[in-house]
């Protein structure tokens, strides 16, 4: 079966960062990954993705502060200048074609 699993979220005061890393192992082939974040009743939100080829998409509400990097199967997320409307629950995927997710780690901003 296909897991991935996050870590690196926790508690960080406004202006500050963290790293988070996500590692999916498995029977998946070349996949696009990234990460999504879920904040109590909000939708679920697009962050960035990247594909087996590196190549990056990163949705408006984070370009600039995060930046998303990988090592084949292995993706980190370094978020910069974190708002306290960063905080959330990020998910990370997998895609092969078929879509694959972590269980979430939370991340909270906050003074």
């Known amino acids: 079966q296909v897991r991935l699993v996050e870590s690196g979220g926790g508690l960080v005061q406004p202006g500050g960062s963290l790293r988070l890393s996500c590692a999916a192992s498995?029977?998946?082939?070349?996949?696009?990954m990234g990460w999504y974040r879920q904040a109590p009743g909000k939708e679920r939100e697009f962050l960035v993705d990247?594909?087996?080829?590196?190549k990056t998409n990163y949705a408006d509400s984070v370009k600039g502060r995060f930046t998303i990097s990988r090592d084949k199967n292995t993706v980190y997320l370094q978020m910069n200048n974190l708002k306290p409307e960063d905080t959330a629950v990020y998910l990370c995927?997998?895609?092969?074609?078929?879509?694959?997710w972590g269980q979430g780690t939370q991340v909270t901003v906050s003074s």
């Open positions: 498995g029977t998946i082939l070349r996949p696009a």
């Open positions: 990247i594909t087996s080829g590196y």
């Open positions: 995927f997998g895609n092969d074609g078929r879509v694959y």
